[in-house]
């Protein structure tokens, strides 16, 4: 089914270790999007890449990066991982945001 | 800054029940507004998405209603199921543009059978 795929669906990390989140779309979608979700905090914007080629901070890029590889992935790297980065990690797609997103399952993480 | 409230932030009623779910935000300059639910421990499931030109839009026992001059929109939906249990987003452009949404909280839906 066309739509969205994120790996790992769970990862547990220690303080300070690295990893990637991988995020693909088959949908031919220009903008792409990570989202955390965390309790009473709601969805919040880590970064975004509006087309191929781009990327722009959101509300909390801090402690991570990203990479457009091309027009179907977009992963998002965190260096060092730190506790307060436990939370649901999502990706998204959009055809510029003119006809909504869709979202991957998402991947829950946890740091301890 | 786009600003976006959900009330209530949790609900519970009976089987069967017609309800409203609102979301409010606060720059109305808006090309459209996207609907979901997300069920515990899953991904957003989209529902609706109404264009800035549109009213309102249908699908099945949902309906959504958009108001950009009072920066309102409601989400129907009809003869509630417990299947309906759910949190339910809305997803509203930053102000200037469509390349990035915000959210609201969410309402927790309890449907009882």
């Known amino acids: 089914n066309a739509g969205v795929t994120q790996t790992p669906k769970f990862q547990v990390l220690k303080t300070g270790q690295s990893m990637t989140l991988q995020c693909a779309q088959d949908m031919n979608h220009n903008s792409m999007y990570w989202y955390r979700q965390d309790p009473g905090m709601g969805l919040r914007l880590i970064y975004y890449?509006?087309?191929?080629?781009?990327?722009d901070k959101g509300e909390v890029p801090n402690g991570y990066n990203v990479s457009r590889l091309n027009k179907r992935e977009f992963s998002l790297r965190l260096e060092s991982a730190a506790p307060s980065q436990t939370s649901v990690y999502f990706c998204a797609s959009s055809h510029r945001g003119e006809y909504g997103y869709t979202f991957g399952s998402g991947t829950r993480l946890t740091v301890v | 800054k786009q600003e976006v409230t959900q009330i209530p932030a949790a609900l519970s009623v009976p089987e069967g029940e017609n309800l409203v779910l609102n979301c409010s935000f606060t720059d109305s300059a808006i090309y459209n507004l996207q609907w979901f639910r997300q069920d515990p421990g899953k991904g957003l499931t989209s529902l609706l998405l109404i264009q800035s030109s549109q009213r309102e839009q249908t699908s099945g026992r949902l309906n959504a209603s958009l108001d950009k001059s009072s920066g309102r929109s409601t989400l129907y939906i009809a003869a509630s199921q417990p299947g309906d249990s759910a949190t339910y987003l809305c997803a509203v452009p930053v102000s200037g543009g469509y390349q990035k949404v915000t959210f609201g909280t969410g309402t927790k839906l309890q449907v009882i059978p």
């Open positions: 890449s509006a087309s191929e080629g781009t990327t």
